[in-house]
């Protein structure tokens, strides 16, 4: 994987958070992390791993729709 490039770890990064490959995905995320989705907002690294180990126990699939980069806009 080459960490330059946002995309390709954002796109790792999903890949094993959706096959549940929790050692791997987790590294990938920085500590400083703040996530706002419609649902909820996520403070840092820590409650944001919480709760996508708590979503991924209650799903058994997750498709990714679309994925853009700064250049595909």
Known sequence: MNRSDPAEVVRTFFDA?????????????DDSIVVESPLAKYEDSATFKSALTGLASQVSVVKLLAALRERDE
């Open 17 to 29: 958070w959706t096959s549940k490959d929790f050692a791997a995905a987790w590294p990938l995320l």
